[in-house]
């Protein structure tokens, strides 16, 4: 048995999901041209807004599995705030030092929520408040690190990852899986918790807590095994003739699937649009 609030079965599952689904349709950071992955000024500010809505309901969201027990659920939402706080400190910090005194939007809009993303499933625990500030700044140094550093590495070795999902939501989910693991090996109260949700004699129970961390290790591999596996064959099923799809390189043109009012602002001008959709009768390709 093992307690989550959404590091591992949310976060890491997703991420590692939709990256194993992106392999398992054959898609490559090279099908992709760059133009179509340009963001402006307008539509970074608008994800800002987003960003800053995320942050200010995390704490609930973290908290909402835990729906019946309203003592635990206020002890998450202190560990998310406190954790989702020292992320926004160091996501600022680490940015302005890899862009020497200026901040990159993508990094800002990710990794300032990574705090509350690796205090998941640890943010039930009886932590002293140095604990989540500490787990919520190193959220976001490897968060905005990620980003700013591994991600581009990740594409040039042909790697497709389009959002980044792996710095924000897969590999925090991970850590976040291992720090309560170690959490349960560290204090006898953290292991009943993580064993029962009830705090009681540690004594009665079947397994120690070396056992309770094998357990805490376990779900990750179990969690990561479902995902990638389930990912791969949903990314060979997408690729079936019987499914509509589109040319790989418009795969993030949005103009085939929705009423776009602008319609200037369709990368693809250039070329012949009715060409890329398949099997999509919905869609407008004449304009």
């Known amino acids: 048995q093992e ?85 926004c400190v160091t996501a600022f910090a680490t940015s302005a030092l890899i862009h020497r005194g200026k901040f990159e939007m993508i990094e800002i809009q990710n990794g300032t929520l990574a705090g509350g993303v690796i205090i998941g499933t640890i943010s039930p625990f009886l932590l002293d408040p140095w604990a989540p500030l500490l787990i919520g700044a190193i959220g976001g140094v ?7 550093l591994l991600h581009p590495f990740l594409e040039d070795c042909g790697f ?24 349960t090996l560290a204090d006898n109260m953290n292991y009943a918790f993580s064993y029962d949700t009830t705090w009681t004699d540690t004594s009665t129970f079947d397994r120690d807590r070396g056992q309770q961390f094998g357990y805490h290790i376990g779900a990750i591999l179990v969690t990561l095994g479902i995902a990638i596996v389930s990912g791969v ?3 060979i099923l997408i690729r079936l003739p019987c499914c509509p799809h589109v040319d790989k390189e418009d795969m993030l043109i949005d103009h085939d699937f929705w009423h776009i009012h602008d319609k200037n602002h369709d990368p693809r001008l250039k070329k012949d649009k009715k060409s890329n959709v398949y099997n999509n009768k919905m869609a407008d390709t004449s304009a």
């Open 233 to 235: 064959i949903t990314g």
């Open 3 to 87: 307690v989550d609030s959404g590091s591992m079965v949310v976060h890491a599952f997703g991420a590692y999901f939709g990256v194993a689904t992106v392999f398992g349709m054959g898609l490559k950071n090279k099908h992709l041209p760059e133009k179509h992955r340009t963001t402006t000024y307008f539509s970074d500010m608008g994800a800002m807004l987003g960003t800053v809505v995320l942050w200010v309901y995390w704490p609930s969201f973290n908290a909402a599995s835990l729906y019946g027990d309203t003592h635990t659920q206020g002890r998450v939402i202190g560990n998310t705030y406190l954790s989702i706080c020292a992320s």
């Open 142 to 148: 490897i968060s905005t690190f990620g980003y700013g």
């Open 160 to 183: 497709l990852d389009s959002a980044g999902v792996q710095m924000l939501h897969g590999i925090p989910g991970i850590l976040g899986g291992l720090f309560a693991a170690l959490a």
